[in-house]
């Protein structure tokens, strides 16, 4: 999909929720992709801690091309980023701040998204070039934890990830984050290990009318 970063940053903001696709294979990452996408979900997150990881995020992109916006996950070297811009992805999440590997994205034109605690490393994390800043792990300081940070930094874009659930996800909307990135409560694996796809779909459904519902 030949699209702007501009796109992807509004896509983000308007849609909330990144679907975090950790530990599937290349044999069930299509249907998984599928099923995420009838359940209203389209902004999804391959991480990288598969050996066939870069082929997943291909044969998604391959695939849906312009009907799924893909990423790829836990990016901690320039390499990673190299090989998943070749593969496809559209942006690249990090848990830590590596201020190479931001350059190395947003010299590839690809959206920036580090991973920070601390509100130090926050605003690091922002002056480095990054498009968004991911809060994590989020859940282990909780909602407040977001307006709190963003008091004093309140023009940085936070995403709130880890720990992020259908029943508070809102919540770290209302104090500020721009959205979400969700991982196993979202996209289950032991649902997509039974085949049950379906129920996939209406679970990412349930993220989506909450959204909704504000």
């Known amino acids: 999909m030949n699209i ?25 990452i299509l249907k998984t992709a599928e099923a995420l ?13 598969r050996d066939d990881a ?8 391959s695939e849906f091309q312009n009907r799924v916006i893909i990423g790829a996950g836990t990016v901690l070297t320039q390499e990673q980023v190299e090989k998943s811009y070749d593969a496809g992805a559209k942006f690249i999440v990090s848990p830590n701040i590596d201020e190479q590997v931001i350059a190395a994205a947003k010299k590839a034109n690809m959206v920036s998204i580090p991973g ?3 509100p130090s490393e926050i605003y690091r994390a922002h002056v480095s070039g990054a498009d968004f800043v991911k809060v994590f ?4 300081l909780g909602p407040e934890y977001i307006k709190a940070v963003l008091a004093p ?8 990830v880890g720990g992020v659930d259908l029943n508070n996800m809102n919540e770290y909307l209302h104090m500020g984050a721009v959205g979400v990135g969700i991982g196993g409560n ?16 209406e679970l990412a459904g349930l993220y989506v009318e909450k959204i909704k519902e504000g």
């Open 137 to 140: 792990p989020a859940g282990s």
């Open 186 to 201: 979202l996209v289950s694996k032991s649902l997509i290990n039974a085949g049950e796809f379906d129920r996939l779909s």
């Open 153 to 160: 930094l309140q023009n940085i874009p936070l995403l709130a």
């Open 37 to 49: 996408l009838k359940g209203g979900l389209n902004i999804m997150e391959v991480t990288l801690n």
């Open 4 to 28: 702007d970063n501009d796109y992807i940053i509004n896509a983000i903001c308007e849609n909330k929720i990144i679907a975090i696709i950790r530990g599937i294979g290349k044999e069930k």
């Open 116 to 118: 920070a605690l601390t």
């Open 54 to 61: 870069f082929d997943c995020i291909k044969l998604v992109e």
